[in-house]
């Protein structure tokens, strides 16, 4: 059964296409580009709906192939040079908070910084 309406790319679907641009909210308000908050909000809602329709072992089954991926196009030797940047960033930042708790007479104790994903911010 043909959907009602003209038919898709044809001259009557451009002029109901043209007719209806700029009248939806949506439109006025330019969208993700203009609304990062929107597109944020989007990508959450969407990561949600896959989590539940799939599991969240799927990110960890995408997450391994595209890892997996990057392996074989870059080779390990990219792990090993990323891991080498990160840990020159950890020392350099280690230097500098030595170097600004030595400054300070009382300075807090250190908390340890904890591992994994920040905690949700709740409304």
Partial sequence: MAKPGPAAGSEGARKIAEAHRGSHEHDKEGGFAANPGLAREAGRKGGETVKNRYGPSFYQSIGK?????????RGAEFYAEI????GEMRGQRA???REAGASTEAAAPATPRKRGRPAKKTS
């Fill in 65 to 73: 192939k595209g890892g997996e991926t990057v392996k074989r196009e």
């Fill in 83 to 86: 891991g080498r940047k990160g």
């Fill in 95 to 97: 230097v500098t908070r």
